[in-house]
């Protein structure tokens, strides 16, 4: 299932789209680049693919020195759940309604 906004679309990515991706590498027809600020955004679409799809629990996870990451997910409604030394747990809250 695609989700798309006014700049993005978020789509499953083929194994040679995840390697562009991680190496910052974006291909002529992409519609991202290394310094696309496009996090917030793809949040809040697969926040919409979720909740559209069903999910009763939205959750993610990041890197506890990733702080970008978790403002990214709370700015989105998500709240931390728990943290161990390896990663940082977040649930969506219930009452943030979901991106269209």
């Keep these: 299932m695609d989700a798309h906004s006014d700049r993005l679309t978020l789509h499953p990515f083929t194994a ?4 562009r991706v991680v190496g910052g590498v974006a291909a002529e027809t992409d519609r991202w680049a290394a310094d696309y600020p496009f ?5 809040r679409l697969a926040v919409g693919i979720a909740t559209a799809a069903g999910a009763g629990r939205v ?3 990041t890197d506890p020195a990733n702080l970008a990451s978790q403002h990214v997910l709370a ?7 728990d943290r161990t030394p390896d990663a940082v747990h977040f649930v969506l809250a219930p009452s943030v309604p979901a991106a269209r």
Excluded at 39 to 43: I, L, R, S, W
Excluded at 76 to 81: C, K, L, P, R
């Design 16 to 19: 040679e789209e995840a390697r």
């Design 39 to 43: 996090a917030n955004e793809a949040v």
């Design 59 to 61: 959750v993610a996870g």
């Design 75 to 81: 700015k989105a409604g998500f709240v931390e759940h």
